[in-house]
């Protein structure tokens, strides 16, 4: 493979690092576990060809959308984006192939309908973006696939697409401040948060213990810190309401839920951990968490592909 950075073989290693961790707790999980790590491997490969290939595009006004709470990419015009969107269905669908056999047909189909141009990627990414969802249902159904099969490329391509950009933008949007429970970047909900380690540059006064919270973007990639005791999406600060879950055997993960508006996020202690883990690959090895929370009636902050546990 050209072009591929010292980085995505960082990321390559972390991913494999992470999921062996896991799988060697859990091997019950294999199955469930393996895809998306797959998929994974793949995504790094295309945000590292993507990043060689394609330049930061016009962000103007990008600042005064943050600093009036609107994330970067919500409600823009995504029309100058379109040849890294196309560069990532070009990659990322063949790959989801490979890895979901299951739903081959489909891709085949949706594939087909963007050939003929009959798939709006620019139009669909847009409506992702600003959770309007309008013409879903019906390129869905024109295509003779399931409107959540669509969403589930969808946000594969985007995700490739936007983790090209992602680092980039956030590293230029840095000074702004924002402590909302949404990503600045690309708006989308945490998939799993985390607890930091200590920063190492504690004050004479002052003891650095880590545990500062930061959440981390299914989608986009980008991480955004947060205050540990507030609710991501209602706000409740009220620590009555707050409680968490985590199986016995494994200290250093666990699920936060707010019972005020009962939804939950998984959560990763570094403090417990040598090695920073690759965050999606850990989101989708604590998914036995997923299951507890959901035994109990408590819904997921961020509907993802592994968390739709039926029954
Ligand atoms: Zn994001
Ligand atoms: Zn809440």
Redesign the pocket.
């Known amino acids: 493979m050209q072009n591929l950075t010292v980085d995505s073989n960082l990321i390559h290693q972390a991913i494999h690092m992470t999921a062996k961790d896991a799988l060697t707790r859990r091997p019950a999980l294999s199955d469930l576990i393996r895809p998306f790590v797959d998929l994974f491997f793949h995504k790094a490969q295309c945000i590292a060809h993507l990043s060689t290939h394609t330049r930061l595009g016009d962000l103007q006004g990008a600042h005064d959308r943050l600093l009036s709470g609107i994330p970067v990419f919500t409600t823009l015009q995504l029309a100058s984006w379109q040849e890294p969107l196309e560069m990532a269905f070009g990659w990322m669908l063949p790959a989801i192939r490979e890895t979901f056999p299951a739903i081959d047909g489909d891709i085949e189909a949706i594939t087909a309908s963007y050939r003929d141009g009959g798939l709006q990627l620019v139009v669909l990414s847009e409506e992702y973006l600003d959770g309007s969802f309008k013409h879903y249902e019906s390129a869905a159904q024109s295509i003779g696939v399931s409107g959540d099969t669509l969403g589930f490329v969808m946000s594969t391509v985007l995700s490739a697409a936007l983790g090209s950009f992602a680092p980039k933008i956030g590293a230029e949007m840095e000074d702004v401040p924002w402590s909302k429970g949404n990503c600045p970047i690309c708006g989308a909900l945490p998939s799993v948060s985390f607890l930091a380690k200590p920063s190492g540059n504690a004050g004479e006064f002052l003891k650095d213990s880590g545990g500062q919270k930061f959440l981390h973007c299914g989608l986009c990639g980008h991480n955004w810190r947060i205050n540990r005791h507030i609710?991501p999406?209602?706000d409740?600060i009220d620590a009555d309401l707050r409680i968490y879950l985590a199986a016995p055997d494994h200290p250093g993960e666990r699920v936060d839920i707010?019972r005020?508006?009962e939804?939950y996020l998984p959560c990763i202690d570094l403090r417990e951990r040598d090695a920073m883990p690759h965050l999606d690959t850990a989101a989708v090895c604590m998914v036995h968490l997923d299951i507890l929370a959901q035994q109990q009636g408590f819904r997921p902050l961020s509907n993802l592909p592994w968390n739709r546990i039926e029954g």
Do not use: S, T
């Open positions: 609710c999406v209602c409740n707010c005020k508006c939804l």
